[in-house]
């Protein structure tokens, strides 16, 4: 019994050891971002048509499907001197709460039309928590920082990159 714990003291000193020689690693963050796997769920984008119409016609279809309730549509109609996407509908408020969202990304799945899409980009840390309800007008726009994207053939794949045989 006594043996025992005292090989097991001796291999985590070892451990130990072995790390206090070992040269620190020193990351570059905000110059250097790391890429993230091609599948990331990040930072939600509202997306337009190439004719600058809105795909978004306001069925609430991503609200309905979201665990958290952190999506909020009020639709309004369409008419003919101001229209917004091309259907009978749009979206006049489009909300997502990302303090409350867990980036499921259900929203996007049960969107019909792509109108909503997850992105890449996961520096989405505010000051206050009002700043992360992100309104429609944030969400149809570009995003202020944008994170790399690894190599998909090379992290695309069911087997996680640690298990590969390179």
């Known amino acids: 019994m006594i043996g025992s714990t005292l090989i097991t003291v001796a291999r985590s000193l070892g ?24 599948r990331f769920r990040g930072r939600h984008q509202l997306n337009k048509h190439s004719n600058g119409l809105e795909k978004c016609v306001g069925c609430s279809l991503c609200a309905a499907a979201c665990p958290v309730d952190c999506i909020r549509v009020v639709p309004a109609e369409n008419s003919a001197e101001n229209r917004v996407s091309p259907g009978e509908r749009y979206a006049r408020i489009y909300e997502i709460n990302l303090s409350r969202c867990i980036f499921c990304g259900y929203c996007e799945l049960a969107c019909p039309f792509d109108a909503i899409t997850l992105g890449n980009d996961y520096e989405l840390s505010e000051y206050s928590r009002t700043d992360l309800i992100y309104t429609k007008e944030m969400l149809l726009a570009e995003p202020i920082k944008r994170t790399p994207v690894a190599d998909a053939a090379l992290y695309d794949t069911p087997t996680p990159f640690y298990r590969t045989d390179s």
């Open 15 to 38: 451990v130990t050891l072995k790390q206090i020689f070992r040269g620190t690693v020193t990351e570059q963050y905000p110059e250097y971002k790391r890429p993230v796997y091609p």
